[in-house]
């Protein structure tokens, strides 16, 4: 039988800390369960974690700091979690380190889901790449960029790779194999979030942010991904394959 995801809750309300955990365990999942940031990394340090859920408020410490911390020293994915409806948050903490944002109360089921979700992403974007040396690269250029779905890696024509989440990718990806389709926000969620989880269109409009500031000469004047007031985007330069 294959080991079931790890997942790390750190949380300073223990009630909270047993609830996650029995809704992870509870949908064939194993918790470690930590109230502190150096609790967390030391954990982190003791065994591999498949995903990583933080609350934004916690008691004496900086939930985003700790996310972002730890978003420059590991690829896990992140699912930040606040008590707080307030939008400016779930920006910033998707912004700035977490790959999904959850507001409590949360019901148990869609919290499961939205953590298979994650899982399933995170997946399928770390299976074993195709080698360098491979002939058969499905390689997408524009501008001064190769996106290579096979290898899943974004670079310049110059060889210099640059950094992008899985997030990023997925939505990149989608847009750059159809270059001129206009896509609704939602059609790009479906691209990068399951579909049992409930739509969230300003993650879309963060990974664009996120998106035009790496890749765009100028993101106050996008040329590649564009905005279709009222509609949403389209990639809007010429893409050749190969």
């Known amino acids: ?36 940031g150096a609790e967390m990394q030391r954990a982190l340090r003791e065994r591999p974690h498949s995903l990583v859920m933080l609350d934004l408020k916690l008691r004496g410490e900086d939930g985003l700091a700790i996310a972002r911390e730890l978003r420059r020293s590991s690829t896990v994915p992140i699912i930040m979690m606040s008590g707080k409806g307030d939008e400016a948050d779930r920006v910033l903490g998707l912004e700035l380190a977490a790959d999904d944002f959850l507001v409590k109360p949360i019901s148990g089921r869609e919290l499961l889901a939205r953590v298979r979700a994650s899982l399933r992403r995170s997946t399928e974007l770390s299976q074993p790449a195709a080698r360098p040396d491979d002939p058969v690269h499905e390689r997408y250029r524009f501008g001064d960029w190769v996106l290579d779905r096979t290898a899943r890696t974004l670079a310049r024509s110059s060889g210099e790779p640059c950094e992008v989440t899985r997030g990023e990718f997925a939505l990149l990806a989608a847009m750059v194999t159809q270059a001129g389709r206009v896509w609704a926000r939602d059609e790009l969620l479906s691209q990068f979030r399951g579909t049992e989880t409930e739509a969230y269109d300003r993650s879309v409009d963060v990974l664009v942010l996120r998106l035009r500031r790496k890749i765009e000469p100028n993101p106050r004047q996008p040329a590649y991904i564009r905005t279709e007031r009222g509609q949403g985007y389209v990639f809007g330069v010429p893409v050749t394959r190969g």
């Open 1 to 36: 039988m294959p080991t079931p995801h790890r997942i790390l809750v750190l949380d300073d309300e223990p009630d909270v800390l047993d609830w996650i955990g029995a809704v992870l365990t509870d949908g064939g999942l194993q918790a470690t369960a930590v109230q502190t």
